[in-house]
């Protein structure tokens, strides 16, 4: 009877190991889709191996799209034409395109694998974007959770970009964090500087790639990431700008009022920085020295929760009703936004029906 018994464990164990082989053979004869071609513009074909996606494929080719979340399928960033293959739209990309979008066969390249030959259009800036290898130089703690990172690039290289662009950091494994990941940081420092930037990381409880700069970064370390990316930068104009940001939404800004110092302004600025408690403000000695150098530039720091400890004299609540004073032109007014996407819809709602702003010239970068 024993002997029966251990004769049917052995044959079911048998069918099931034949089976997991038969399972790894078809996926990998599934998935095994060989060497493919991407044209982009017409012009240039790229050999590739099948089976990746899109974003990935490209990016193996040194050809970098923007991918602000980092290929998870929640920016929208990565969108591009695809004039010829690419398959049927996917669930996971429809809720980030328009009517219009799909109509013209605009995918997201993070989400398009590339199992046949393919034809794309993307634009020709994305041809600028480049991979960096960079040496952290200096780490700063602004608050007890904004770090300041300075990258300095590697003999050689250096970067061309607008004040208000974004680069992607590349992070490496650590803990049991066993995969690189991407993530999008505006860069800090004045585009006049070509041979570093400056990030400004806020730690994100649980965020991989905000936990490893907080945690993990030291100087000295070697760190890889590519860019410039993004269309939110400073626009040349004369007009009047009120720049509105939070918590680590201040970095582009920074670059844009470091680049304004540089090249010279008349321009009447008012920059409202949005923060919970005294503890969570930072940059304030820089903010005030911009006030000393600028012939019209005013820093209205607006404290949301303020307490007595925190012996506050200055602006609370929202930042929204002191937008006001700063406006004295709605229709030669640009306002630049920077932080999370809660901060960014009430603030572009209250320009545009409080205070007549053109929602064209409200340009913005959402961290969400
Ligand atoms: C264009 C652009 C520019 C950006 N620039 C900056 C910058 O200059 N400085 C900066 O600090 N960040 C910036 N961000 C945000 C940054 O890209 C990351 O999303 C953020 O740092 C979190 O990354 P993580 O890997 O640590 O967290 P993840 O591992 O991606 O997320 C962990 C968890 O936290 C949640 N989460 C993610 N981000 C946030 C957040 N910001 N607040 C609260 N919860 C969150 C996620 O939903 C998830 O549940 C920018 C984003 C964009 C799109
Ligand atoms: S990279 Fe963000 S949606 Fe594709």
Redesign the pocket.
């Known amino acids: 009877m024993l002997i029966r018994i251990l004769q049917d464990i052995a044959l079911m164990g048998g069918i099931g190991v034949i089976l997991a082989l038969i399972l790894v053979l078809a996926q990998r004869w599934l998935s095994n889709y060989g060497e493919v071609t991407i044209n982009i513009n017409g012009k240039r074909d790229l050999t590739v191996t099948g089976g990746e996606t899109l974003?990935t494929s490209l990016g193996d080719k040194q050809i970098f799209i923007p991918?602000?979340?980092?290929?998870?399928?929640?920016?929208?960033?990565?969108k591009c034409q695809i004039l010829d293959g690419g398959g049927p739209i996917l669930p996971t990309e429809k809720p980030?395109l328009t009517k219009q979008e799909m109509g013209d066969n605009v995918r997201?390249?993070?989400?398009v694998k590339v199992k046949s030959d393919i034809k794309i259009q993307i634009p020709d800036e994305i041809f600028n974007i480049r991979r960096f290898h960079s040496v952290i130089e200096e780490i700063l703690d602004y608050t007890y959770d904004i770090k300041g990172v300075t990258f300095k690039l590697s003999e050689g290289q250096t970067i061309d970009f607008k004040a208000g662009q974004y680069v992607q950091l590349e992070t490496k494994p650590y803990g049991k964090v066993k995969q690189k990941v991407m993530r999008a940081y505006s860069i800090s420092s004045k585009p006049e500087i070509k041979d570093r930037i400056q990030l400004i990381v806020r730690l994100v409880p649980e965020g991989i790639c905000t936990t490893w700069v907080h945690n993990q970064l030291k100087v000295g370390d070697e760190v890889d990431f590519t860019g410039p990316y993004g269309d939110f930068y400073l626009r040349d104009t004369d007009a009047d700008i009120i720049f509105v940001a939070g918590g680590s939404g201040s970095a582009p800004i920074k670059s844009m009022l470091e680049h304004l110092r540089e090249v010279g302004t008349k321009r009447k600025m008012t920059y409202f920085f949005g923060a919970r408690t005294v503890k969570d403000l930072y940059l304030e000695e820089e903010m005030r020295d911009f006030e000393e150098y600028f012939d019209d530039f005013e820093y209205v720091p607006v404290l949301s929760h303020a307490d007595e400890t925190d012996n506050w004299q200055g602006k609370t609540g929202f930042v929204m009703p002191y937008f006001k004073e700063a406006i004295r032109d709605p229709k030669n007014t640009e306002a630049y936004l920077c932080g999370s996407p809660g901060m960014i819809a009430a603030v572009t709602k209250s320009l545009i029906n409080d205070y007549g702003i053109a929602e064209e010239k409200i340009y913005y970068d959402s961290f969400g």
């Open positions: 974003l991918s602000a979340c980092g290929g998870r399928g929640t920016c929208g960033a990565c980030l997201l390249a993070c989400q």
